[in-house]
């Protein structure tokens, strides 16, 4: 998998995915005022070519999507050397028992949040994401 390198000069980029479009802007209303650019994947296929084309600061995922779910997209996603660092975040409205936690963790989640979001919380996890993606291009 061939990443394309984000130029330092760019807006960071965040992914988000969720096979629900309601969803998808819901996040995108949210995260509006944070200093990035928003790439909307409707389908783990779809986030898989994405990661394909950008680097991301971070990746917000559904857990449960139809065809791959969240687990199996990020399975993939870590697999590679090129995106095996990206942070993702799962969302979910219902995965909320242990299992199905821990099971993220275990396939490279760094963090969970459940629907419905609180929005102060996902901008400030977004926030400090999109900070340390930033410190990467500076000298």
Known sequence: MTSVKN???EL????VVDDREA???AIQRVLEGLDCHIVK???GEEALNQILKHD???ILMDVQM???DGFEVAGLIRSHRESASTPIIFVTAINKEDRYIQEGYAVGAVDYLFKPLDPAALISK???FLSLYRQRFEF
């Open 7 to 9: 130029d330092c000069n």
């Open 126 to 128: 977004v926030d400090v």
């Open 12 to 15: 960071p980029k965040v992914l």
């Open 23 to 25: 969803n998808v802007l």
């Open 41 to 43: 994947a409707f389908s």
């Open 66 to 68: 139809p065809g791959m």
């Open 56 to 58: 991301y600061a971070v």
